[in-house]
Structures are given as structure tokens and as C-alpha cells.
């Protein structure tokens, strides 16, 4: 992958691909490895953008290891099987990556999915979402679901656009934003749950039994989030509604799979940046002034932070809100 310049990154970065393509560009080797090798469900396909690893009987996730250069796939997803149906979740950064998961789909459950959900609009979650249209399914291709707020920015923003990803989706089954959806898989029902923070409209997918949340970007394991669309006390309401008070398996959108100590080394990040927000803000600190000085506590342990552009988006989101 090319190296991508500060100018580069700040003009293209309307969403999380471009801040990924960044930190590929200047990860160091030992994370990366680090990073694919960090799974916590049983690997059953390995590509070089990403692992599918099951995580309990009928669920598996997509962990994707973009920091190598390949771009299939640079966000987390997965596939929910039932005995009537299976939901594919997200759309990925390239048709390529979609039409994989639906033939793994096939081989894994052996049925092609039938429902797709794009949990936010960002590139790296929708764009490919054609891909499942195209694959040899012939029998059946799935309907897409998004909220129209989602489908709206996908086919506003997302450039250069694509005729067979606007096709998509403008024949997609629009998720409610007021109140959540539940998917019918025969065995076993999946909510959908209307979210923002992230970005203006996110969705979670969530299962009861197995405890299983597909967070979407509401949640990052161990690397700093891209606040570009953030409202960020929007974000920690989000992130709070989504941890439970149980053994549960939380599918980040960007990460390894993550446990409640995962999870909560999260939320206490993100605390520590509002927090750090406040104070600046109250001060009189520019942004991009406390962004600069800004350090996580090592606490918190290691955290991918790739460029000093990333702590200082972080602390406007938070001035946008807090005001000046
Ligand atoms: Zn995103």
C-alpha cells in the first residue's frame, strides 16, 4: 500500500478507510502480526485481510487484519446462521470482501445469506455491498437492510459512486431509527438496534443466547477510533447501552474480538478523552493545541495511535459539542 500523506489523509477522510490506510502506512511489523494472531473464537479461514473466527455455534466474525495492505476487507463482520435464514453483517470496503463472506456463508451453513446489514455508512462497511448480488446465488439474492439515514449518506457521500452499490441500495428494506428490528432466523432472533455516536445513524446486531453484540464502529479494540463523525457523548451513551452484565462476545467494528475487560478498557478511554476535552476546553485550549498534548495513561495499556491527527479529532468532536 502507498503511503499516504497528512494532506491526503485529512482531505479523504470521510470515513474509517483512509484513516486504516494511514495506519497501515505506518505500522510497525510487530503489531501487525500481533494483531492477526490476537484471536479468541476458533479460526476456520484465514485470507491475507482478515481471519473468520467462530465465536459459538451458527456465529462467526470477520476480524479484519487490514495493517498488511490488503484492502478486501478493512472492517470487522461476520455471518449469523438460523435454521431459516442467515444475516451477513456489513457491506466491506470491496465487493470482493461481501461476495466472500456469501460463499463462506454457503460453505459454512449452506445457505447463501439472505439478509445483508450495513451498520454505518462509512466506505469500509458499505461499499462492496454489491458484491452479494453478484455472487452465484441465483436462487434468492438478500435483501440489504440500513436505516435510510445510512443508505442516504452511502449514495451522498461515498465517491466516486458506484451504479451497481447505488442499485443495492436503493432496493434495500430501510431499518426503523426510532426502534429496533428483530430478524426471524427460525432458531433464533436477532435485534437490530438503532445507535448513533459513531456516526449520525449506527446500528448494533444483537443476540441473547449465545451473548453475542456485533458492535459495529460504536466499539474499536485497542486502536483509537476515528471521531470524524462523532458526537461523542452520543457515542458514550451508545457504548454504555451496549455492555451487558454478562459473558458476552462484543464483534468490534476495527480489532480483535473483545471481552468485558476489552470492552471496558474502551469505555474507560473514551472517558479519558472527554474528560481531557473538558478540561482543555474549559482552559481555553485550542483543540488542536490539547490534542497535541494529549497522552493515554498507561493504564489504559497500548493503544494503536498512529498519527497525533487522530487525538486532535477526537477533542473537536467533543469542542463541537461543548461549543467554540
Ligand atoms: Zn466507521
Known amino acids: 500500500m502507498s503511503r499516504i500523506s497528512r494532506r491526503d489523509f485529512v482531505t479523504r477522510s470521510g470515513s474509517c478507510a483512509a484513516h486504516l490506510a494511514l495506519a497501515a502506512a505506518v505500522a510497525p511489523d510487530a503489531l501487525r502480526t500481533a494483531w492477526a494472531r490476537a484471536s479468541l473464537g476458533t479460526v476456520v479461514a484465514r485470507e491475507p485481510f482478515g481471519s473468520l473466527e467462530q465465536v459459538a455455534d451458527g456465529i462467526w466474525a470477520l476480524i479484519s487484519t487490514p495493517l498488511g495492505g490488503d484492502r478486501t476487507t478493512l472492517s470487522n463482520g461476520g455471518i449469523i446462521s438460523g435454521r431459516s435464514g442467515v444475516i451477513a453483517v456489513e457491506g466491506f470496503n470491496q465487493a470482493a470482501g461481501a461476495a466472500w463472506l456469501a460463499a463462506k456463508s454457503r460453505e459454512l451453513t449452506g445457505r447463501w445469506p439472505t439478509y445483508v ?5 462509512h466506505a469500509d462497511h458499505a461499499n462492496g455491498v454489491a458484491g452479494y448480488l453478484s455472487s ?16 442516504d449518506l452511502v449514495l451522498q457521500k461515498n465517491q466516486p459512486a458506484d451504479d451497481a452499490r447505488a442499485s443495492a441500495l436503493q432496493q434495500s428494506v430501510l431499518l426503523p431509527s426510532s426502534e429496533p428490528t428483530t430478524i ?7 435485534r437490530i438496534v438503532p445507535r448513533s455516536g459513531h456516526t449520525d445513524s449506527d446500528v448494533s446486531l444483537e443476540i441473547e443466547d449465545p451473548s453475542v453484540v456485533f458492535c459495529g464502529d460504536l466499539v474499536w479494540n485497542a486502536m483509537f477510533p476515528n471521531y470524524v463523525d462523532a458526537v461523542p457523548s452520543r457515542l458514550a451513551v451508545s457504548v454504555k447501552a451496549l455492555r451487558r452484565d454478562r459473558k458476552t462476545i462484543y464483534v468490534p467494528g476495527h480489532g480483535a474480538l473483545a471481552r468485558e475487560a ?5 469505555a474507560s478511554m473514551l472517558a479519558e478523552v472527554e474528560q481531557a476535552a473538558r478540561k482543555a476546553h474549559q482552559a481555553g485550549t485550542s483543540a488542536s493545541d490539547a490534542g497535541a498534548a494529549f497522552t493515554l495513561p498507561a493504564s489504559l495499556g497500548e493503544w494503536t495511535l498512529f498519527n497525533k491527527v487522530f487525538f486532535e479529532r477526537a477533542f473537536g468532536a467533543w469542542y463541537r459539542e461543548l461549543g467554540g
Not at 426471524?184 to 436477532?190: A, E, F, I, P
Not at 476489552?262 to 474502551?266: A, G, K, L
Open 184 to 190: 426471524d432466523l427460525g432458531n433464533r432472533r436477532v
Open 136 to 151: 452465484e446465488s441465483s436462487a434468492g439474492k438478500p435483501t440489504v437492510r440500513t436505516t435510510e439515514r445510512t443508505r
Open 117 to 121: 446489514v450495513v451498520t454505518h455508512y
Open 262 to 266: 476489552e470492552f471496558d478498557r474502551y
